[in-house]
């Protein structure tokens, strides 16, 4: 296995433009993440059958979807109910009137505060999302919130800090999200006020803030995962199924 470059992560899957695999990173300790084993994604809603086909083909077989009940309603999910890909739903906003961003995110100066606030109030859910790749080992897992940035940003940060990649990929890999999505962002500004424009963006500072606070309360990672109930040997197995 040897390191990935960003267009070798991409997946091309018709006009979806942030749909990555977190494999091909190297590691503190000198191994790398799998490849084929988890994929960061956009909402892949209203997609046609060739399409549902790809992400098949890739090897996906389980879907965390990361969205609010509200998104749910709005942008159904295309890969639920697939061949035997199996479906799970854990809402990381608990905001039934959530459209793009939670109403309340103006009162964060920045995403890392929402970020904070995400892995603070939702400790069961990110306890089930882990439980759920824990159940999956040897799964192609995709997880996707709807622009593949915040929530699937947050998740896709705990795990390549638990299977001890270097800080400054799991920045980089977060921000490479917002030139990602420059297609969809003019859609994303006029369902927004001009104020929260800001929170579309992906800057790799606000990701640095966020890793500074998991280091101070738990860290790493692995802390965390303690934390919200799980143990040792459960947290080994997950890292130990990511990398090679």
């Keep these: ?18 749909v ?8 503190q300790e000198g191994y790398y993440t799998k ?52 479906y799970y739903h854990i809402n990381l906003l608990q905001n039934e009137n959530m459209s793009v961003l939670p ?26 999302v882990f439980e759920i790749l824990l159940n999956h080992p040897y799964d192609c897992t995709l997880f996707n919130c709807s622009a593949g940035k915040d929530r699937t940003g947050v998740l896709a940060c705990l795990l390549l800090d638990l299977a001890g990649c270097h800080e400054y990929d799991i920045v980089k890999d977060y921000s490479e999200s917002y030139e990602n999505n420059m297609k969809m962002m003019k859609q994303l500004e006029e369902m ?36 919200i109930g799980l143990d040792e040997d459960q947290i080994e197995e997950i890292k130990e199924n990511f990398i090679i």
């Design 20 to 27: 990555r695999d977190l494999g091909g990173y190297e590691t």
């Design 192 to 227: 927004l006020p001009k104020e929260e424009e800001k929170f579309l963006g992906s800057d790799p500072r606000v990701m640095m803030r966020f890793l500074a606070y998991l280091r101070e309360q738990y860290g790493s990672s692995k802390g965390y995962l303690l934390n």
């Design 35 to 86: 490849s084929h084993k988890f994929v960061r994604s956009t909402c892949p809603s209203g997609i046609s059958e060739d399409l549902k086909e790809k992400f098949y083909d890739y090897g996906i077989r389980t879907v965390i979807d990361l969205r609010s009940d509200y998104e749910l309603v709005h942008q159904p999910h295309s890969l639920k109910d697939y061949k035997d890909m199996e």
């Design 103 to 128: 109403d309340d995110i103006k009162d964060y100066q920045d995403l890392s505060g929402f970020y904070i606030f995400m892995i603070e109030a939702n400790k069961k859910q990110f306890k089930k």
């Design 1 to 18: 296995m040897m390191q990935l470059s960003r267009e070798e992560r991409m997946l091309h899957i018709g006009k979806m433009t942030n």
